[in-house]
């Protein structure tokens, strides 16, 4: 089984729903993420602005971001090794690494619709 790293850049959260606009992109990252943790797969995601520990300690990681700066994450290692740089893995990328299909990885929309009334207080 793969060990997965994302070394985010400095962020105020990694679901990508924080700030005026959804970040499309870094829901898609969550979301497989947590299909990989549900399914026991060790996938640990590192953001620079809350953890800097992890990418000065990580000699990997602390060349690159020396060598290029911050432009270079997010970086992802698997098993240790760099296999990406400045971008984030497919869930194509997640599947290989993992052994997982692409398709348990996608967002499911809700099966069932929620009618909700709400009722005001005056």
Request: net charge negative; with cysteine; proline share 7%.
């Amino acid at each position: 089984m793969a060990k997965i790293e994302i070394f985010d850049p400095a962020m105020c959260c990694a679901t990508g729903v924080c700030g005026p606009s959804v970040d499309t992109e870094l829901t898609r990252v969550a979301s497989a993420v947590f299909s990989l943790q549900q399914k026991g797969m060790e996938v640990i995601r590192y953001n620079l602005g809350s953890e800097p520990e992890p990418f000065v300690t990580n000699q990997k990681v602390n060349d690159l971001l020396m060598e290029k700066g911050p432009e270079c994450l997010p970086v992802v290692l698997v098993n240790g090794e760099v296999t990406k740089v400045a971008d984030y893995p497919t869930n194509e990328e997640f599947a290989e690494w993992s052994g997982v299909k692409v398709d348990e990885l996608a967002l499911e929309k809700p099966k069932k619709k929620l009618n909700i009334t709400l009722n005001s207080i005056n």
